[in-house]
């Protein structure tokens, strides 16, 4: 170990990893008690202090299992949990490295560990964690973390920290080479923040493409609701224009007695406020008031104005106001796009096709139904061979409360989605 186990230098190693734990706290969104939260952490302190006593540098990773074995609270790998782990064990590293040669101006030999420079460390690594905090959730990267729960994102985390490591030991091992170590380190630095700035800029580029694509698909859609809306209102204008002169002729025929002719009138006001009824698309319609979701309303008008253009059947529901959902929205529409794509595909084969597309809350869940009627003629086509498309393992593997069911009978096949609303994403 390279600082004698003084005093000062328990109190050092002990607050700095009190500081670790409470950042980590910030950080990391657990879903056990408060109580048994703190509890673990403080145990956490002890263990992870007294292995840096015994094992210096080489005991991080004992720690940092033990931290994952102490908050794992499910039978699958949680990789939101190791990411965050190594974010804060490199952030840890920063907190210490950045300042050092201010330290090492301020206590020429810190190996002579005292009470002053235990205090000065570990106000530093509180003030830098802070930063660091603040700077997580004004970025939101937790949601960040959250959405990408891969091995990858560990991969690539766990290798800063073990080249940090490597650097580390370099310093201790080759000291007089330690301002040319030092320089290479921050020139090697300097360049990947700026490959990260780059590769930053280039997402959100790309990022904002899709999102003016994206608009640009809502805006054609809302414009088909419109037509749709305008169109509906110039049939009920004619349809009012010439029900109440059908009704003046029912008057007549019924003044006259001539109840054979009264029977034509009855029929053929019938047959028009049939047709008038049938190809009107309020109805259909009426329940998108409910979906307060601009981008998802969009596709279910697109869809709805696809399959009444196919000449099907359709009916949609949606009782209850749907505000927000507990998942990322581009996840949810790309799986209902290909789920109704694949309906209406088998569908307009179909001499009589329905599709049934439903929206349904009930206590803490969220249903979106996909129903489309069987065909009964002979064919190779599985409908099932079409859900390779929906990446239905990846959402599962992504998001711990999403549930997808499908079934086939002779006349119904059925794609559910169910999503826990109190349910955290994985």
Same mark, same amino acid.
């Given at each position: 170990?390279?600082?004698?186990?003084?005093?000062?230098?328990?109190?050092?190693?002990?607050?700095?990893?009190?500081?670790?734990?409470?950042?980590?706290?910030?950080?990391?969104?657990?879903?056990?008690?408060?109580?048994? #939260?703190?509890?673990?952490?403080?145990?956490?302190? *002890?263990?992870?202090? !007294?292995?840096?006593?015994?094992?210096?540098?080489?005991?991080?990773?004992?720690?940092?299992?033990?931290?994952?074995?102490?908050?794992?609270?499910?039978?699958?790998?949680?990789?939101?949990?190791?990411?965050?782990?190594?974010?804060?064990?490199?952030?840890? *590293?920063?907190? @210490?490295?950045?300042?050092?040669?201010?330290?090492?101006?301020?206590?020429?030999?810190?190996?002579?560990?005292?009470?002053? *420079?235990?205090?000065?460390?570990?106000?530093?690594?509180?003030?830098?964690?802070?930063? @660091?905090?603040?700077?997580?959730?004004?970025?939101?990267?937790?949601?960040?973390?959250?959405?990408?729960?891969? !091995?990858?994102?560990?991969?690539?985390?766990?290798?800063?920290?073990?080249? =940090?490591?490597?650097?580390?030991?370099?310093?201790?091992? *080759?000291?007089?080479?330690? &301002?040319?170590?030092?320089?290479?380190?921050?020139?090697?630095?300097?360049?990947?923040? @700026?490959?990260?700035?780059?590769?930053? &800029?280039?997402? #959100?580029?790309?990022?904002?493409?899709?999102?003016?694509?994206?608009?640009?698909?809502?805006?054609?859609?809302?414009?088909?609701?419109?037509?749709?809306?305008?169109?509906?209102?110039?049939?009920?204008? &004619? @349809?009012? &224009?010439?029900? /109440?002169?059908?009704?003046?002729? =029912?008057?007549?025929? !019924?003044?006259? $007695?001539?109840? $054979?002719?009264?029977?034509?009138?009855?029929? /053929?006001? $019938?047959?028009?406020?049939?047709?008038?009824?049938?190809?009107?698309?309020?109805?259909?319609?009426?329940?998108?008031?409910?979906?307060?979701?601009?981008?998802?309303?969009?596709?279910?008008?697109?869809?709805?104005?696809?399959?009444?253009?196919?000449?099907?059947?359709?009916?949609?529901?949606?009782?209850?106001?749907?505000?927000?959902?507990?998942?990322?929205?581009?996840?949810?529409?790309?799986?209902?796009?290909?789920?109704?794509?694949?309906?209406?595909?088998?569908?307009?084969?179909?001499?009589?096709?329905?599709?049934?597309?439903?929206?349904?809350?009930?206590?803490?869940?969220?249903?979106?139904?996909?129903?489309?009627?069987?065909?009964?003629?002979?064919?190779?086509?599985? $409908?099932?061979?079409?859900?390779?498309?929906?990446?239905? /393992?990846?959402?599962?593997?992504?998001?711990?409360?999403?549930?997808?069911?499908?079934? /086939?009978?002779?006349?119904?096949?059925?794609?559910?989605?169910?999503?826990?609303?109190?349910?955290?994403?994985?």
């Amino acid at each position: 170990m390279p600082f004698s186990i003084t005093g000062s230098h328990l109190l050092r190693v002990f607050f700095s990893w009190a500081v670790f734990y409470y950042v980590f706290n910030l950080t990391y969104h657990s879903r056990l008690s408060a109580q048994r #939260r703190i509890a673990t952490y403080v145990l956490l302190i *002890f263990i992870s202090s !007294a292995l840096n006593l015994l094992l210096g540098g080489q005991a991080v990773l004992l720690i940092g299992l033990a931290i994952y074995f102490s908050l794992w609270t499910k039978k699958r790998v949680n990789y939101y949990l190791i990411n965050l782990i190594l974010l804060n064990l490199i952030i840890k *590293f920063f907190a @210490f490295f950045i300042p050092s040669p201010i330290l090492r101006y301020i206590f020429p030999n810190p190996y002579n560990s005292t009470y002053s *420079f235990t205090l000065v460390v570990v106000l530093i690594e509180f003030i830098f964690s802070i930063i @660091f905090v603040y700077f997580y959730n004004h970025l939101k990267l937790n949601d960040f973390f959250q959405s990408r729960q891969n !091995a990858m994102t560990s991969i690539i985390l766990g290798y800063i920290y073990v080249i =940090l490591y490597m650097f580390i030991m370099m310093m201790q091992h *080759f000291t007089v080479y330690a &301002h040319l170590i030092t320089g290479i380190f921050l020139f090697t630095l300097l360049q990947c923040i @700026f490959i990260m700035f780059i590769f930053i &800029h280039t997402r #959100r580029r790309q990022k904002k493409i899709y999102q003016d694509k994206f608009s640009q698909e809502q805006v054609k859609n809302l414009k088909l609701y419109t037509d749709q809306l305008e169109s509906d209102q110039l049939k009920l204008r &004619h @349809f009012k &224009h010439d029900y /109440k002169n059908l009704l003046f002729s =029912l008057q007549t025929v !019924a003044q006259n $007695e001539d109840y $054979e002719a009264m029977n034509q009138a009855l029929d /053929k006001l $019938e047959n028009y406020s049939d047709d008038y009824l049938n190809n009107l698309s309020m109805d259909l319609y009426q329940d998108l008031n409910n979906v307060k979701i601009a981008s998802l309303k969009s596709l279910f008008i697109s869809k709805l104005n696809i399959i009444n253009q196919s000449k099907i059947f359709s009916s949609f529901d949606c009782n209850t106001e749907l505000n927000e959902i507990p998942i990322n929205i581009l996840d949810l529409i790309n799986l209902l796009d290909q789920a109704i794509d694949n309906a209406i595909l088998f569908t307009k084969r179909q001499e009589h096709g329905q599709i049934q597309l439903a929206i349904t809350q009930e206590d803490n869940q969220l249903a979106f139904l996909v129903n489309n009627t069987v065909a009964n003629i002979p064919t190779t086509e599985r $409908e099932q061979d079409y859900l390779d498309l929906l990446n239905i /393992k990846s959402l599962k593997k992504k998001y711990n409360n999403v549930f997808i069911q499908y079934s /086939k009978n002779d006349k119904w096949f059925r794609f559910h989605v169910t999503l826990i609303i109190k349910g955290d994403k994985k």
